[in-house]
Nanobody
Framework: VQLQASGGGTVQPGGSLRLSCTAP????????MGWFRQAPGKERDFVAT????????LYADSVKDRFTISRDRATNTIYLQMSGLTPEDTAVYYC?????????????????WGRGTQVTVSS
């Protein structure tokens, strides 16, 4: 399954970005989806996840109340609305599809990964 993430870019601190991730329409939309990020020299970290039906959202503590994950099952697309960005949010952001109907915080529960999109927060 080829996932395509987009929407990254460079933004000033305090700014906003919206990331998108689209799966081919022929693929099932009955899986949980997630966003992860990886900063240079660091491990890939969980950001947010959403269940197959748009519920079951979970967030990393570091992004809670600033980021919102959502999905459009009709277009097989998930979104990550990011606001209040700080330099610590700078990373490559990856979307992923989970094995089952719900996502989790663990990378091992995800079987398909998209190519990342770079988010840089800098003044």
């Amino acid at each position: 399954v080829q996932l395509q993430a987009s929407g990254g870019g460079t933004v000033q601190p305090g700014g906003s970005l919206r990331l998108s991730c689209t799966a081919p329409r022929r693929t099932s939309s009955n899986n949980g989806m997630g966003w992860f990020r990886q900063a240079p020299g660091k491990e890939r970290d969980f950001v947010a996840t959403i269940a197959w039906n748009g519920g079951g959202t979970l967030y990393a503590d570091s992004v809670k109340d600033r980021f919102t994950i959502s999905r459009d099952r009709a277009t097989n697309t998930i979104y990550l609305q990011m606001s209040g960005l700080t330099p610590e949010d700078t990373a490559v952001y990856y979307c992923a599809r989970s094995r089952g109907a719900y996502g989790s915080r663990s990378t091992s529960d995800y079987i398909y990964w998209g190519r990342g999109t770079q988010v840089t927060v800098s003044s």
